[in-house]
C-alpha cells in the first residue's frame, strides 16, 4: 500500500495548505512584528510535526519489527505498509520546516547553514545536529525502499541506525529552539516512548519472548521465524 505519485502531490498540497493555515498568512499581516514572526511559526510548527511523526514512526517499527511467531508476522505485515508511508510525510514536514527555515532572515541559518553541518550562524552545533539527522533519514529510508541494490542484510543494519537519527533530532529540537524549555514534557515523553520501544524490541527478540500478538485469537502454533529473520539471521 505505498502511496502513488498522485498521492505524493496531493500530501505536498496538504502540508502548504497545512502550513498557511497554521502561519496565518490567508490574510495579510496586520503589523510588522507579525510579518517577521510567520516564517519563524512556520519553521516550529513543521518541525515540531516531523518530530512527532518520526517517534510515531520509530515506536511503530520497532514494535512491529520482531515476528518471532507466525502470528506476529501476519499482523507486521498488514501494519508495516503504514510505517513506510509514515516516512512520506516526516519528509514532507521536514521539506516545509527546513524551506521555512531558510527563507527566515532573521533565523540565521540560510541554505549552506541547513545542508552542510556547523556553517549556520545561529547555534551552529544543534543545527548541525538536524542536518545529520536530515541525512540519516534518507539514508535509512532510502536503503529500505531499494533493499534489492544493496548487499542482503546491508539495509536492515543501515535501518537500525534510525535510533540514532531519533536521538540527533531530539538533542536538535532541545537545543536550537529558542522556546524549547515549553516543550520539555513532549521531548521527555517522546524520549521515553522510544526508549521503552526499543527496550522491548531487544527483550522479544534476544530472550525469545512471544510478543504482544501472541494474545490474538489467530496466535496458536509453536514460535516460527518470519522471512525477516531468515533472511538476517
Do not use: C
Not at 7 to 21: C, E, K, M, R, Y
Not at 156 to 173: D, E, I, M, N, P
Amino acid at each position: 500500500m505505498r502511496l502513488s505519485g498522485g498521492s505524493l502531490v496531493a500530501l505536498g498540497a496538504f502540508v502548504g495548505l497545512l502550513i498557511v493555515a497554521a502561519t496565518d498568512q490567508i490574510m495579510p499581516a496586520s503589523s510588522e512584528y507579525q510579518a517577521q514572526m510567520r516564517l519563524w511559526l512556520a519553521g516550529r510548527a513543521t518541525g515540531m510535526s516531523a518530530y512527532l511523526l518520526l517517534t510515531a514512526e520509530i515506536v511503530f517499527g520497532l514494535i512491529l519489527s520482531h515476528p518471532v511467531n507466525q502470528s506476529t508476522w501476519k499482523l507486521s505485515k498488514r501494519l508495516f505498509p503504514w510505517h513506510e508511508n509514515l516516512w512520506v510525510f516526516v519528509l514532507g514536514f521536514l521539506a516545509a520546516h527546513i524551506v521555512s527555515i531558510v527563507l527566515d532572515p532573521y533565523a540565521g541559518v540560510g541554505v549552506d547553514g541547513a545542508l552542510i553541518p556547523g556553517l549556520s550562524s545561529y547555534r551552529s552545533v544543534p543545527v548541525a545536529l538536524g542536518t545529520l539527522a536530515l541525512y540519516g533519514l534518507l539514508i535509512a529510508g532510502l536503503t529500505a525502499r531499494y533493499t534489492k541494490l544493496l548487499p542482503p542484510g546491508v539495509w536492515l543494519k543501515l535501518h537500525r541506525a534510525s535510533l540514532v537519527v531519533f536521538l540527533l533530532t531530539w538533542a536538535h529540537g532541545i537545543l536550537a529552539g529558542t522556546d524549547s524549555n515549553a516543550f520539555v514534557p513532549v521531548y521527555a515523553v517522546t524520549g521515553l516512548l522510544v526508549v521503552g520501544a526499543a527496550a522491548y524490541r531487544y527483550w522479544v527478540t534476544k530472550k525469545r519472548r512471544p510478543s504482544f500478538a501472541t494474545s490474538l485469537p489467530e496466535a496458536a502454533g509453536p514460535i516460527a521465524r518470519s522471512p525477516l529473520e531468515e533472511t538476517t539471521a
